[in-house]
């Protein structure tokens, strides 16, 4: 008798486990799917997830195991090559797309999709960033991109750069021990965005805020949990001191910009251009308008600079054959230079034809942004599949870079795959597409660029843990940040 109770006991646990397991499982289904009720279109393929969780769990799974591609793999392999899947993430109802076609119809469509960043990053960059229209991002995007884009506009800062490179290069070698150089590339790129964004300032500003940036960027696409130990709690006291610290700035200018009435705009950097800004009712922008376009345009421009730059040091030293050519190409136009010249020119960047398919090969490997955000602003048609109004819309950049029918081997370094080819739409997003592309994509490039020439002819790097595991958020880095010596050669 005892016995049989035991069994009936344990049948109901089972039973109810099973029941709360299955209730669960399906909780976002039926809240997030079923109350949409009948629509015009089927939804994407896909899993909504656990409450709260969503598919995070499984997006972390892969994104801290070895092979963070699974992630996406899984999704084709289950539901088929739809390129559009449903998922919860972030905390919103959301769709992923991942193949040239769709990323290109989010992309490059504004009338239907706005900026859909999660929740922490919308609180840790400001809402200049993200809550003003597309008209005012189209205004604000002419004047902030004008010093910053097109290799004809950045010649003048190719002296900046290549000065702080070599400087850093043989402060390296020179120590004759190793360095971490993930932070040391960082630090290169702080110092050339600070010297464009507020120069006359740059040199007290960089030493106080590039520690700040670390914080802010580990937690921008954070759960938006301020609690003691979370990441996003220590982003958001960064975010606050960084405020606090380009206020001071802002200040400080004022003073000046009264003392010198006649300066002319060849001399502004762009804190100065964002201080004059007007709209049609001759409104400037609020201090702190001016504070969040900053600290956005100074994150993105130094993170991907400086994870660029280390990722084509490491690859080319994962393979001479690459490293060689591109070594090769570098004496060439070192051997065409004229005897008075000093430095770098544009025309001789231009001329860096292999150089330009390794960064381009960088940024299809590495994935820097591993997605882009956007949110639909109504019911939108993709490939016969419904988007529902107030969805996140996850543009995987990365599942079309390791995409094997987009690229043979994908997963294989190899510039030579540059070699005549002509890239489908929507199937190289290292900086996005549409209206939205990054505007410091060019500056990026140049910084590595210049980085790269003078790395190739000149150094060397042995890493004392080349085989250390990897980590892929939010930015793809090597556990010890690349502990390397830094060897000068001859």
Excluded at 213 to 232: E, H, M, R, W
Excluded at 325 to 335: D, P
Excluded at 385 to 403: A, E, F, I, Q, S
Aim: hydrophobic fraction near 40%.
């Amino acid at each position: 008798m005892e016995l049989e109770l035991l069994w009936l006991i344990l049948s109901v646990l089972l039973g109810g486990y099973v029941f709360m397991f299955g209730f669960l499982r399906r909780f976002n289904e039926w809240y997030y799917v079923r109350r949409l009720g009948k629509t015009r279109y089927p939804l994407p393929p896909g899993d909504m997830g656990w409450p709260y969780l969503g598919g995070l769990p499984t997006f972390l799974k892969a994104f801290k195991s070895d092979d963070p591609d699974s992630y996406i793999y899984n999704l084709v392999s289950k539901y088929g090559r739809t390129g559009i899947y449903k998922t919860y993430m972030f905390g919103k109802p959301s769709v992923i797309v991942c193949t040239p076609e769709t990323c290109r119809k989010v992309l490059t469509n504004d009338d239907q999709f706005k900026l859909g960043y999660p929740k922490a990053t919308t609180i840790l960059t400001g809402k200049s960033f993200h809550g003003i229209t597309n008209a005012e991002h189209k205004r604000l995007r002419r004047l902030t991109t004008a010093p910053i884009n097109g290799h004809e506009a950045l010649s003048g800062y190719i002296d900046l750069i290549e000065g702080i490179v070599v400087n850093s290069l043989d402060e390296w070698a020179s120590m004759n021990r190793p360095v971490k150089l993930l932070a040391e590339l960082r630090g290169v790129a702080f110092k050339v965005i600070t010297n464009i964004f507020i120069s006359t300032y740059s040199e007290s500003v960089i030493s106080s805020v590039e520690n700040l940036y670390t914080d802010l960027n580990a937690g921008i696409k954070s759960q938006a949990i301020n609690l003691p130990g979370f990441v996003f709690r220590r982003a958001l006291k960064a975010r606050k001191k960084l405020v606090k610290i380009f206020q001071s700035v802002l200040d400080k200018k004022r003073v000046t910009m009264k003392d010198n009435t006649n300066e002319t705009d060849a001399k502004k950097d762009m804190m100065d251009l964002l201080m004059g800004v007007k709209d049609e009712d001759g409104k400037q922008l609020e201090d702190l308008d001016i504070i969040d376009l900053l600290i956005v345009f100074m994150l993105a421009g130094h993170e991907s600079s400086a994870h660029g730059a280390l990722w084509s040091v490491i690859y080319l030293s994962e393979n001479p054959e690459v490293f060689k050519i591109a070594k090769e190409e570098q004496e060439e136009i070192m051997k065409r230079r004229p005897s008075t010249q000093k430095g770098l020119n544009l025309k001789e960047i231009r001329q860096m034809e292999y150089l330009s398919k390794v960064i381009d090969e960088m940024l299809r490997r590495t994935s820097i942004s591993f997605s882009v955000f956007r949110e639909a602003k109504e019911d939108v048609n993709i490939n016969g599949y419904l988007v529902p109004k107030g969805w996140k819309v996850l543009v995987w950049n990365r599942g079309v870079h390791m995409d094997p029918e987009t690229y043979a081997n994908p997963k294989e370094f190899d510039p030579s795959r540059w070699d005549n080819h002509k890239p489908r739409a929507g199937s190289f997003l290292p900086f996005g597409a549409g209206s939205r592309i990054c505007p410091g994509s060019d500056l990026a490039k140049l910084e590595i660029a210049i980085f790269l020439h003078h790395y190739i002819l000149n150094y060397n790097v042995e890493r004392l843990n080349p085989g250390c595991p990897v980590k892929y958020l939010p930015v793809a880095r090597p556990t010890d940040l690349c502990l390397a010596k830094i060897i000068k050669v001859t």
